[in-house]
Each structure stands twice: as structure tokens, then as C-alpha cells.
């Protein structure tokens, strides 16, 4: 069998706290293949953000270990880029400098000045930014500045891009056209590729996996999806696609019912608390 491009095993996090320690993850299995796109969707303090950054070598897991391509990920490296929600673009900079900022740290001593200007222009071209090099992020729309975030993480040459929620903060249309810019960069490249996304529709147009977290504390993979979609895609052809639509069904029914568990909590601890139990809460312990 090929060995996985990345593979975590038995992946414990525990954080330590003034009650005591905090598992927020047990025992995370995955195997992800090379050019492979992997959605991570749960509700918010599952610990999608906390497996993304042991992925990154921004955290270091309590148990078990991160592999890529048969060696350990101990710390962060240039052939794991991250592309936050917000931008993280350096104000002061230019467009142009934000990308080389990343370029000289990787490639410093690897390339000439006019081959970093080259390669520094082509990935600003990828996403539609190399009219506005010279422009600083305080002259660029959100989503402008998203672009440029991507081309930045783009330009380290990386095997995995990492985003964390990177169309979140953008408005629907912005959203779509760069949901549809990163399928096609994607496709060319054949980066691997862990997205984390509250987005149902958004995980299953872009994904190859999604992977559906357990609520916290003590997550862990709740089920494993495979997107069997052709590529490319097309999001107005596939919005009426009964398997689409299957797919799509599937996630919401997972993120619903771990929602009614955490909703059912709450009436409980209200009764315990003071005997009695709203109508509200009622409703929805039957539901």
C-alpha cells in the first residue's frame, strides 16, 4: 500500500488549566493522500483549530504524532503554509512585500533578486492580484487582501496549505469567487490541502473529504466522508445534483444531532438548578 502524504495516530491534546487538565482531543486517526482536499467541520470548541495547528508544528500533541511524507512534525515549517482567517498581512508593507517577506525566509539564498520578483509576480497572478502589487492592505477590499494572504502562503512552495475558516470573514459573493479561484489553483498544483469550515455547502463543493468532529471536550472523528464529485465543479450545476444534495444532507444531519446533544444539556442542568424546567427547554429535550 502507498503511505499516506499525512498521517496522524492517536493524537491526544491536553491543556492544562487551574481545575485541572483539559483533554480536548483523544485518540485522532487520520490518513490524508498527496493533492488530497480535507474539510474539518464541528461545532465551534471542538478542536478543529487545535488539530490544524499539531499539523502546523504550532502545538505539540500530549499522545501519539503528525507525519508527513515519514518525518515527525515537531515544529513549524515551510512545506506547511497557513492561510488565516484574517489576512495577517503586514500593514505597513505593500502587496508585493507581503509575499516577498515569505519569499526571502524560504528561498532567501535559494533564488536571485529577479527570481524572487518572478516567482513572487506568478503567485500574485494566481489570484488575481498582481495589478495591485504596490498597493498596501489599507488600500485593498477584504477579500482582496484574502487573495494576497493565499498567494503570501502560495509562494513558500508548500505540500499542505493549512486554512483556518479563510472565507468566513467575507461577504457571499466575494466567498464564492474565491471559493472558486482555490478550486482551480488546487487542481493545478495538486497541493494537499486541510480547510476548517463551518460552511456545509462550501465543505462539500471544494472537498475530496470532510471529516465531522465529535463536540469537545475530548473530540475525536465522528465520521469520515469521501466527496465522490467529479472535478472540475461547478457550484450552479451541482446545487440541484441529487448526490450533491446527499452529501450535503449527510453533514447537516451530523452537525444536528450533535447540536441536540448539547442542546439537551441545558435543561438538565436548569432542573437540577431549580427544580423546574422552561417550556423552551422541554420542547426541546423531545426533539
Same mark, same amino acid.
Given at each position: ?7 496522524? *495516530?492517536?493524537?491526544?491534546?491536553a ?11 483523544d485518540?485522532?486517526n ?11 467541520i ?18 505539540q ?23 488565516f482567517?484574517n ?9 508585493y ?17 529577479q ?5 513572487i ?14 498597493k ?11 487573495r ?7 509562494a ?14 467575507l ?10 479561484s ?9 497541493? *494537499?490541502?486541510?480547510?476548517? *469550515? ?14 465531522m ?26 446545487a ?12 447537516l ?25 422552561s417550556?423552551?427547554?422541554a420542547?426541546?429535550?423531545? *426533539?
Amino acid at each position: 500500500m502507498t503511505k499516506p502524504h499525512l498521517e496522524l *495516530t492517536g493524537v491526544e491534546m491536553a491543556f492544562d488549566t487551574p481545575k485541572g487538565s483539559f483533554v480536548a482531543l483523544d485518540n485522532i486517526n487520520l490518513k490524508i493522500k498527496k493533492g488530497e482536499f480535507v474539510s474539518l467541520i464541528g461545532h465551534s470548541g471542538c478542536g478543529k483549530s487545535t488539530v490544524l495547528n499539531i499539523v502546523a508544528g504550532l502545538l505539540q500533541a500530549s499522545k501519539g504524532g503528525c507525519i508527513l511524507d515519514g518525518h515527525e512534525i515537531n515544529a513549524p515549517g515551510p512545506e506547511r503554509a497557513v492561510v488565516f482567517q484574517n489576512h495577517a498581512l503586514m500593514p505597513w508593507l505593500t502587496v508585493y512585500e507581503n509575499v516577498d517577506l515569505a519569499v526571502q525566509q524560504v528561498f532567501r539564498k535559494a533564488m536571485t533578486k529577479q527570481e524572487r520578483r518572478s516567482w513572487i509576480h506568478h503567485n500574485l497572478e494566481l489570484v488575481n492580484m498582481a495589478h495591485a502589487a504596490n498597493k498596501r492592505p489599507g488600500e485593498i477590499s477584504g477579500g482582496m487582501a484574502q487573495r494576497v494572504g493565499i498567494a503570501r502562503a502560495l509562494a513558500m512552495k508548500p505540500s499542505v496549505l493549512l486554512m483556518d475558516e479563510p472565507f468566513g470573514a467575507l461577504d457571499a459573493l466575494t466567498r464564492a469567487h474565491l471559493q472558486d479561484s482555490l478550486m482551480s489553483i488546487q487542481q493545478d498544483l495538486n497541493n *494537499t490541502v486541510i480547510m476548517i *469550515t463551518h460552511d456545509v455547502d462550501e465543505a462539500v463543493l471544494l472537498s475530496d473529504r470532510i471529516i465531522m468532529m465529535t463536540n469537545g471536550p475530548a473530540a475525536a472523528v465522528g465520521e469520515d466522508l469521501a466527496i465522490n464529485l467529479e472535478r472540475p465543479r461547478n457550484r450552479v450545476t451541482l446545487a440541484d445534483d441529487p448526490t450533491y444534495v446527499h452529501y450535503r444532507q449527510e453533514v447537516l444531519k451530523f452537525l444536528y444531532e450533535k447540536q441536540r446533544k448539547l442542546e439537551n444539556i441545558a435543561p438538565h442542568r436548569n432542573k437540577k438548578a431549580t427544580g423546574t424546567t422552561s417550556k423552551h427547554s422541554a420542547l426541546t429535550a423531545k *426533539t
